[in-house]
C-alpha cells in the first residue's frame, strides 16, 4: 500500500469513527495537502464543536509533521472557526489526539512520538466526550 493510499485509509477509518457515534459528523477534504490553500484532513462536528484534524498515519513510534502543515492549520481554523487537532494513528495503538500545543518542535516542523501522544494526548473517545 503506498503512504498516499494508507494516509487515504487512515482518514476514512477517522470519518467512519466520527459517523459511528451516532452525534458527529465528519467529511474528507479532498485535495488538502494538493492545494494552495490551507485545509485540513478532515472536519468533523457535532451540535456544539467544530475540529479540523490534520490526520497522520505511522508504523513507528514517531511522526514527523511539517511546519507549513501546521502553520496552515491553524490559519484555516482561525479563519473557519474550529478547534484545531493532530491524530496520529500508531500502528496496532489506534488513534491518539494532540492539540498543537502538545507537539514539540524541532528544527524542521514538530513532532509527535508515541510515548508523548499517550501522556498528552487523547483517545478517539476523550475527543469526542464519551468517557
Known amino acids: 500500500m503506498s503512504r498516499k493510499s494508507k494516509g487515504i ?3 476514512r ?5 466520527f ?7 465528519a467529511i474528507r477534504v479532498a485535495g ?19 475540529l479540523a484534524i490534520e490526520c497522520k498515519s505511522t508504523k513507528g513510534r514517531q511522526q514527523h509533521l511539517d511546519k507549513d502543515q501546521i502553520d496552515g492549520l ?8 474550529t478547534e ?5 494513528r500508531f500502528n496496532n495503538e489506534g488513534w491518539r489526539f494532540l492539540s498543537l500545543e502538545d507537539l514539540k518542535e524541532t528544527p524542521s516542523g514538530y513532532s509527535a ?19
Open 9 to 11: 485509509s487512515a482518514e
Open 13 to 17: 477509518e477517522l470519518i467512519h469513527l
Open 19 to 25: 459517523w459511528g457515534t451516532g452525534s458527529w459528523a
Open 32 to 50: 488538502s495537502g494538493a492545494i494552495k490553500y490551507p485545509v485540513p484532513d478532515v472536519l468533523a462536528a457535532n451540535n456544539l464543536r467544530k
Open 74 to 81: 491553524r490559519e484555516f481554523a482561525q479563519k473557519f472557526g
Open 84 to 88: 484545531t487537532w493532530i491524530g496520529v
Open 113 to 131: 512520538n508515541f510515548t508523548h501522544a499517550e501522556a498528552k494526548g487523547l483517545s478517539f473517545d476523550e475527543l469526542v466526550g464519551k468517557f
